[in-house]
């Protein structure tokens, strides 16, 4: 049973990755301030994580030198200031579900050598093999547009003639401006996997590392969103609308329990057995829009989600037959 707790959490973490995706959406769709709303998820997961650290580590944690602290600083603001925002920005522009954090997790583990592959061995060939499946499934949900599925164009638009075609080339450039936003934040999370996993090899201590992540990143958020971006006050209050619904959602399971899970799982099984399960979030995001939004499931979703969970299977089972 202790060998499958790291796969569970990670469907667990997907799962909720997959709400994140729909209540922040709607939070943003409401006038919500992307970066505001960044800078309080992770507030309340400091809150939450830092009295967790002290009451459970405070003995057991090894020193923390400047230079280590200072690292951990540049992690979080590289791994999440800089990172969440683009994010919470391309959410905010784009439905797009490119996701390639997979196939960036796999190339930079390689080049940093956390990650070995043998092609002359049977499973050095599935994980290689897995990679390309996973990306071909992403390119196909990405790009893979007809009238129905396409959120940009539907029958109240078509009446309209020029004004639809303005409109509708409105939209793909915005389309196309998150979707290389999205590009960037997998990269982003990607290089956060690998280089998390090579810190807790000098600082093992996962719920400290998490806290100060929190953080930090919660005081960098601030600092960007208050000086550089946001200074109208009312803009920073929270209402008993959905923006609370997702602050809290994202700050207490995302910011909070994702990032202590993730942690946990980058230091028992490596970065890229993190970064492959995350087309699992984007599957449950298609069958969920399906059946509380009534979204219409395009073929390409159907098709591209299979790829998905073959490729997700075959890098896993890879991992698990041999250190390859």
Not at 243 to 258: C, F, M, P, T
Not at 260 to 273: A, E, S
Request: charged content about 10%.
């Amino acid at each position: 049973m202790g060998e499958n707790k790291p796969y569970l959490a990670m469907i667990i973490v997907q799962i909720i990755f997959a709400g994140m995706s729909m209540i922040s959406k709607a939070a943003f769709n409401g006038g919500m301030n992307t970066f505001v709303f960044v800078f309080y998820r992770q507030a309340i997961a400091a809150v939450i994580l830092l009295p967790l650290a002290i009451i459970f580590a405070r003995k057991t944690a090894p020193p923390l030198p400047f230079k280590l602290m200072f690292k951990i600083f540049m992690l979080a603001l590289f791994g999440y200031t800089v990172n969440l925002n683009m994010h919470s920005i391309a959410i905010n522009l784009t439905s797009a579900t490119v996701n390639l954090i997979p196939v960036f997790t796999f190339i930079i583990a390689l080049l940093f050598r956390e990650e070995i592959i043998r092609l002359r061995t049977f499973t050095g060939i599935a994980k290689a093999i897995g990679i390309l499946i996973c990306f071909t499934g992403v390119m196909i949900i990405a790009f893979y547009k007809d009238r129905h599925s396409n959120p940009f164009i539907n029958d109240h638009q078509i009446l309209h003639g020029s004004n639809q075609n303005r409109s509708h080339t409105s939209m793909n450039r915005t389309w196309i401006i998150g979707t290389f936003l999205m590009i960037l934040v997998a990269f982003c999370w990607a290089l956060w996997f690998v280089l998390q996993g090579l810190l807790l090899k000098e600082y093992p201590s996962w719920i400290w590392s998490s806290a100060l992540v929190s953080m930090f990143s919660a005081l960098q958020c601030f600092v960007v969103a208050n000086i550089a971006v946001e200074r109208n006050v009312n803009k920073w209050k929270l209402h008993w609308d959905g923006g609370l619904l997702a602050v809290v959602y994202n700050g207490v399971l995302v910011a909070g329990l994702v990032l202590y899970l993730q942690t946990w799982c980058i230091h028992k099984k490596g970065p890229v057995f993190v970064g492959m399960f995350f087309p699992l979030a984007l599957v449950v995001t298609i069958i969920a829009s399906s059946f509380i939004i009534e979204e219409v499931v395009s073929p390409g979703s159907i098709v591209g989600g299979a790829f998905m969970v073959v490729g997700l299977y075959s890098v896993l089972w890879g991992k698990s037959e041999f250190k390859c």
